[in-house]
C-alpha cells in the first residue's frame, strides 16, 4: 500500500516562495506519475500538476507560470515550489499518485493527508 | 465557477437512493472518463469511482458510477449515515490539457 505524507512549512509571507516535499512509501516513486492538488479552505479542488519519474512535468495554466514539481527518486520524494504567492494561495496541499491507464483514462489513487499552508504577513 | 458543474447538495434519508450529476463538455467529459472522489469531513479524498464506473477494491457495491455524452452521474443506494460527505468528480480536459474537478456536492444524509 503507497502512503503519502506531505511536510513544509504552515506560514508563507505575500510575495515569498511556497515550498513543500511529499514522501512516498510502500511502493516504487518510478511506478507512478505524481500529482499536487490544493483545496482553499471550505472550496473545492484544484489541480496544480504532475510530474512522471522521467521528470516530465504538466501543470494548470493558471499557475503554470509559478510552478515547479519535481522527484528526488533517490529520497522518493516529491516536492512543490509556489512562487509569489498571495493569500489566494492559502490551502490545504495534497500530493497523490496518479495513474494513467489509458490516454483517456486517468485518475488519483493514492492521497496523503493535506498539509495547511497559509499566506499571510 | 468550475467547467464542471455538480449540484452544490443533495440529500437522503437512511436505505434511499441519491444520484449526483456531473454537467460538462466534449473536450472533458465527452472524450475522457471521469472518477469520483469522496471527501469526508476533515479527511483527504478518497477515490470512489475510476474509469466511468469502476469500483476500487474496499469501496462498496452500493456506489455505482455512469456516463452518458457529456455528462456523469454517481449513484448511492442503500444510503447510510457515514455516506455523509462531499462528492467530487473528476476528469481529464483535452483543451485545458489537465484535470478538471467539479464544484463539489455535498450529501446530506437526513
Known amino acids: 500500500q503507497v502512503q503519502l505524507q506531505e511536510s513544509g512549512p504552515g506560514l508563507v509571507k505575500p510575495s515569498e516562495t511556497l515550498s513543500l516535499t511529499c514522501t512516498v512509501s510502500g511502493g516504487s516513486i518510478s511506478s507512478y506519475y505524481w500529482t499536487w492538488i490544493r483545496q482553499p479552505p471550505g472550496k473545492g479542488l484544484e489541480w496544480i500538476g504532475y510530474?512522471?519519474?522521467?521528470?516530465?512535468?504538466n501543470y494548470n495554466p493558471s499557475l503554470k507560470s509559478r510552478v515547479t514539481i519535481s522527484l528526488d527518486t533517490s529520497k522518493s520524494q516529491l516536492s512543490l515550489k509556489l512562487s509569489s504567492v498571495t493569500a489566494a494561495d492559502t490551502a490545504v496541499y495534497y500530493c497523490?499518485?496518479?495513474?494513467?491507464?489509458?490516454?483517456?483514462?486517468?485518475?488519483?489513487?493514492?492521497w496523503g493527508q493535506g498539509t495547511l499552508v497559509t499566506v499571510s504577513s | 465557477q468550475s467547467v464542471l458543474t455538480q449540484p452544490p447538495s443533495a440529500s437522503g434519508t437512511p436505505g434511499q437512493r441519491v444520484t449526483i450529476s456531473c454537467s460538462g463538455s466534449?473536450?472533458?467529459?465527452?472524450?475522457?472518463?471521469v472518477n469520483w472522489y469522496q471527501q469526508l469531513p476533515g479527511t483527504a479524498p478518497k477515490l470512489l469511482i475510476y474509469s466511468n464506473n469502476q469500483r476500487p477494491s474496499g469501496v462498496p457495491d452500493r456506489f455505482s458510477g455512469s456516463k452518458s455524452g457529456t455528462s456523469a452521474s454517481l449513484a448511492i443506494s442503500g444510503l447510510q449515515s457515514e455516506d455523509e460527505a462531499d462528492y467530487f468528480c473528476a476528469v481529464w480536459d483535452d483543451r485545458l490539457n489537465g484535470v478538471l474537478f467539479g464544484g463539489g456536492t455535498k450529501l446530506t444524509v437526513l
Open positions: 510530474v512522471y519519474y522521467t521528470g516530465s512535468t
Open positions: 466534449s473536450s472533458n467529459i465527452g472524450g475522457n472518463t
Open positions: 497523490a499518485s496518479y495513474v494513467i491507464t489509458t490516454p483517456i483514462a486517468h485518475y488519483f489513487d493514492y
